[in-house]
């Protein structure tokens, strides 16, 4: 395929580092490479993930998450930092017996469309998306 200027192959080298306590997780991700998911010259750039799954009962858990994207460096006299953004989710699961779970998320972000449109689609706005899940 061929890609916009200034941007090459998705390819990343990130380092991470997580913790969690109970319910809670902080996850940080560092990319060490020159680039970041085809942006050149972004080395440094980091994401921050917190994510909460609070069970209500047995079978309901709340899930909530937010987490920061920050890009490093410029590309021809522009700032990767028009890149940045913060993502956030809510949702709920209900998990049954014998490994089944459904549950419901809705996303969203504060993206730069100018930026996060791809074919005429922003690829940032807000979704829903619905799931049934089987653990074996």
Do not use: M
């Not at 997780?25 to 010259?41: C, H, I, W």
């Not at 858990?61 to 920061?68: A, F, I, K, P, Y």
């Not at 410029?74 to 028009?82: A, C, E, K, L, T």
């Amino acid at each position: 395929g061929s890609y916009n200027p200034g941007f090459s192959s998705a390819n990343t080298t990130e380092l991470y580092i997580a913790g969690s306590w109970k319910w809670l997780s902080l996850k940080f991700s560092d990319s060490v490479a020159s680039k970041t998911f085809g942006v050149n010259n972004s080395r440094g750039t980091w994401y921050l993930d917190l994510t909460a799954a609070y069970p209500l009962t047995e079978q309901w858990t709340l899930v909530g998450h937010v987490g920061r994207q920050e890009y490093h460096g410029s590309n021809n006299g522009v700032d990767n930092s028009i890149l940045n953004y913060t993502d956030w989710k809510a949702g709920v699961t209900y998990a049954f017996a014998g490994g089944w779970t459904v549950g419901g998320y809705w996303t969203d972000t504060n993206t730069n469309s100018s930026v996060y449109t791809i074919g005429g689609k922003n690829i940032g706005k807000s979704t829903g998306t619905a799931f049934i899940q089987k653990t074996f």
